[in-house]
C-alpha cells in the first residue's frame, strides 16, 4: 500500500463551547467504559474532566441524554443481558419488513460494487482514497472515503492513531490513501447526527455483504447474538462465519457490528476494542431511553 503520509495527524484546533464539551465527554466516557465496575462515584467520574459534581451532572445529562448513574447501569453485562433478551421482538419485526429500524441508520445504501470489475482483480492497486480524523462522540475517529462514498470508519486516541490506521488499511489492500480532511469532513458530520444520506462502498465477499446488510435492520439499543443472527440469515450453523464477518467490518458504527453479542450477553471481539463496544451500546440505550421519556 502506498500511503501519503504528512507531517502532523492533529486536526485543526476546535473552538467553542459546544466543541469543548465534546471533549470533556470523550474523555469521560471512555473513562467510564474502562472503570464502571468500580461503580463510580459522581464525584470521582466528574474530577476526570475537573469539575464538580452539580456542573458535571447537568453537563452530562445535557450531553449524553441520561444521568451519569444511569449511564453506568447501561455500561454492566446485566443491561446488556436485559437487552439482548428484550430485542427478540423488535429485531423480529425489523427483519420481517426487510427494514432497518428508525433513526438515521434506514438512509444508509450498503453496494456491492464498490469497485470496478478491474479494480477488484488488481485488489484496489491504485485506487484512490482520502482519510481524515474528526471529532465524534466517541473519540477520534478516522473517515476513508472514495469518489463514490465512504469505505472505512475507525475509532482511535492520540496515543493509538497510527495502530487505528494501518489496522483499518489493511482493508484496502494496494489502494493511495492520502491525508485530506475537507474530503471526509461532510461524511463525519453525517455520521454523527447529520440528516443526510450516506453511500457506503464495501469490498466484500456475498456472505459478508448479507451479514453487514443484515446488521443495518437492527434498531438502534437493540442487540442481537452472533446464534440468532445466523438463523436469521438462514445459516444457523454459521455462527463463526458471522463473526468473521462482522470483524472483517471496515465501517465502524454505521454498520453496527457493535450490536451483536455472545449469547450471555457477554461484550467481546470488537476490532476496536471491548471497551468501544461497551461505550458504543451505551451511548445508544441512553438516547433510546432519553427519545422514549420525550
Given at each position: ?25 470523550e ?58 433478551a ?80 494501518e ?9 493511495r ?18 440528516q443526510g ?50 470483524a ?47
Amino acid at each position: 500500500m502506498t500511503v501519503e503520509q504528512v507531517t502532523s495527524l492533529s486536526n485543526e484546533p476546535v473552538s467553542g463551547e459546544d466543541a469543548r464539551a465534546m471533549r470533556r465527554m470523550e474523555r469521560v466516557l471512555r473513562w467510564l467504559s474502562e472503570h464502571y465496575t468500580e461503580q463510580p462515584s459522581l464525584e470521582a467520574a466528574a474530577s476526570v474532566i475537573g469539575l464538580g459534581p452539580h456542573h458535571f451532572q447537568r453537563l452530562f445529562t445535557r450531553y449524553v441524554g441520561v444521568s451519569p448513574k444511569k449511564y453506568v447501569q447501561f455500561l454492566t453485562l446485566e443491561h446488556a443481558k436485559r437487552s439482548l433478551a428484550a430485542s427478540a421482538s423488535v429485531l423480529d419485526a425489523a427483519f420481517d419488513a426487510g427494514l432497518s429500524g428508525p433513526g438515521r441508520l434506514h438512509d444508509l445504501f450498503v453496494t456491492h460494487e464498490a469497485l470496478t470489475p478491474g479494480e477488484w482483480k488488481a485488489q484496489g492497486e491504485g485506487l484512490d482514497l482520502r482519510y481524515g480524523w474528526h471529532d465524534s462522540p466517541f473519540g477520534d475517529c478516522l473517515i476513508v472515503v472514495s469518489a463514490r462514498g465512504v469505505c472505512g470508519l475507525a475509532f482511535g486516541t492520540q496515543q493509538d492513531r497510527p495502530r487505528a490506521f494501518e489496522n483499518l488499511a489493511r482493508s484496502f489492500g494496494g489502494a493511495r490513501l492520502t491525508w485530506d480532511t475537507l474530503a471526509t469532513a461532510e461524511y463525519a458530520e453525517l455520521a454523527f447526527g447529520g440528516q443526510g444520506n450516506i453511500h457506503l462502498l464495501l469490498r466484500a465477499t456475498p456472505f459478508q455483504l448479507k451479514v453487514w446488510e443484515a446488521l443495518l435492520r437492527i434498531p438502534m439499543g437493540a442487540t442481537t447474538s452472533y446464534t440468532d443472527l445466523a438463523a436469521r440469515l438462514g445459516k444457523p450453523t454459521a455462527a463463526r462465519a458471522v463473526a468473521n464477518a462482522l470483524a472483517a467490518n471496515p465501517v465502524s458504527w454505521l454498520v453496527p457490528c457493535h450490536r451483536v453479542l455472545r449469547s450471555d450477553g457477554t461484550i467481546s471481539g470488537y476490532r476496536w476494542s471491548p471497551a468501544q463496544k461497551r461505550t458504543l451500546l451505551a451511548w445508544e440505550a441512553a438516547q433510546t431511553e432519553r427519545d422514549a421519556a420525550a
